[in-house]
């Protein structure tokens, strides 16, 4: 949601009011799901988002609809919106104890930047940990299997020894990072 830091952003969501550049051109959000109301919305990093933004979603999330900037409303009752939010990852890296605990933690600093109203219409918060040695082991073995794909289509296979996969978990991961950069 970094792209929608500033206020007047928020018009690419719902479209620029009338009298305004680009007012003929529908809202990004608003026309496809217009189009496809079956659909699965993904706010990523939503902290970054200017807060005239949460005050458009409020609309999304309290009446599963959303009016444009030419006045048509736009049904979200059949939209799943998901947001993800790097509140707290911090804490989370730190963290080695009870789940429960941490949690109380995320939702006091998730309390601390978003308001009430804005926390109170999500229907469920999940707090992802870090990531483990058999999921990283699990991570290594799917990018491997791509890359195999890729070379035998070269007419050419590729073998790599359970020794070389520890060292890739090993190396090519950062907790901070996640699984990024295994991909490099």
């Known amino acids: 949601m970094s792209e929608f830091q500033e206020k007047h952003t928020v018009s690419r969501l719902v479209g620029a009011p009338p009298g305004y550049v680009g007012h003929e051109e529908a809202g990004q959000l608003t026309e496809k799901v217009r189009r496809q109301p079956y659909s699965v919305l993904l706010f990523d990093e939503v902290e970054k988002a200017h807060p005239d933004v949460f005050n458009t979603l409020?609309?999304?999330?309290?009446?599963?609809?959303?009016?444009?900037?030419?006045?048509?409303?736009?049904?979200?009752?059949?939209?799943?919106?998901?947001?993800?939010?790097?509140?707290?990852?911090?804490?989370?890296?730190?963290?080695?104890?009870?789940?429960?605990?941490?949690?109380?933690?995320?939702?006091?600093?998730?309390?601390?930047?978003?308001?009430?109203?804005?926390?109170?219409?999500?229907?469920?918060?999940?707090?992802?940990?870090?990531?483990?040695?058999?999921?990283?082991?699990?991570?290594?073995d799917l990018l491997l299997d791509n890359s195999r794909r890729r070379v035998r289509a070269q007419g050419m296979e590729l073998e790599v020894t359970d020794a070389a996969k520890k060292l890739l978990v090993a190396h090519g991961h950062q907790p901070e990072f996640g699984a990024r950069p295994l991909r490099r």
């Open 58 to 140: 409020l609309q999304v999330l309290d009446d599963g609809r959303l009016t444009d900037a030419q006045g048509r409303t736009v049904d979200f009752r059949n939209t799943v919106v998901i947001m993800t939010s790097n509140i707290g990852a911090q804490r989370i890296l730190a963290h080695h104890g009870d789940v429960a605990a941490i949690k109380d933690q995320l939702m006091e600093d998730l309390r601390g930047r978003f308001l009430p109203e804005f926390l109170n219409r999500i229907d469920d918060i999940i707090v992802f940990h870090g990531l483990g040695e058999a999921e990283l082991n699990r991570i290594v």
